[in-house]
């Protein structure tokens, strides 16, 4: 009783905060062709939700995983977000850049090459296809945006992405 009593007052000083920002956390969410998908558990891959800066061009990884053995990636190549103003959309005519979307399904086991000819668990899409991905704000350390497309397997199956969004905190680190 007295733990619940002192959680109780901890989230009621929270609401009676002055502060009107939001408090941000982690989320990958889609709503699909297919059926919907919450991505809320960050990813153990060592360069999960980090920003690279390279002399030779950067790279940020975007890594969540669901509670349900699935985990989606946003890859995006060669482009210093921070000096762009927002929003900022992948593809863009007058930049050279790349994002690369991945939905792995961890439940199915596979053998061969992933999304490769006969690989129909997971699924890839990139901007040379047509997804689109827009940065719209850096608040607080984290990127936020939304994207939408075709995610395809090797074998040709796909889902259609009508409404994806993100908010991922990132860390920066300077490469070579």
């Known amino acids: 009783m007295k733990n619940s009593l002192s959680v109780i007052l901890f989230l009621a000083l929270i609401g009676c905060s002055k502060t009107e920002e939001p408090y941000l956390v982690d989320y990958i969410s889609i709503e699909s062709s297919d059926r919907d998908y919450e991505f809320m558990i960050n990813s153990r891959v060592p360069f999960a939700n980090i920003y690279f800066k390279y002399d030779f061009g950067d790279q940020l990884s975007m890594i969540m995983d669901s509670d349900d053995n699935y985990t989606f990636s946003i890859y995006l190549q060669s482009i210093d977000i921070f000096q ?68 395809t ?24």
């Open 84 to 151: 762009q103003s927002l929003p900022y959309q992948f593809p863009n005519s007058t930049d050279i850049v790349f994002a690369e979307l991945t939905l792995r399904n961890h439940s199915i086991p596979f053998d061969g090459q992933m999304y490769g000819p006969g690989d129909d668990a997971n699924f890839i899409g990139n901007t040379e296809n047509g997804m689109i991905v827009i940065i719209t704000e850096y608040k607080n350390g984290f990127l936020i945006g939304n994207f939408k497309g075709v995610i």
């Open 153 to 176: 397997t090797g074998t040709g199956r796909q889902q259609t992405i009508e409404n994806g969004e993100f908010q991922i905190e990132i860390k920066i680190e300077n490469g070579v």
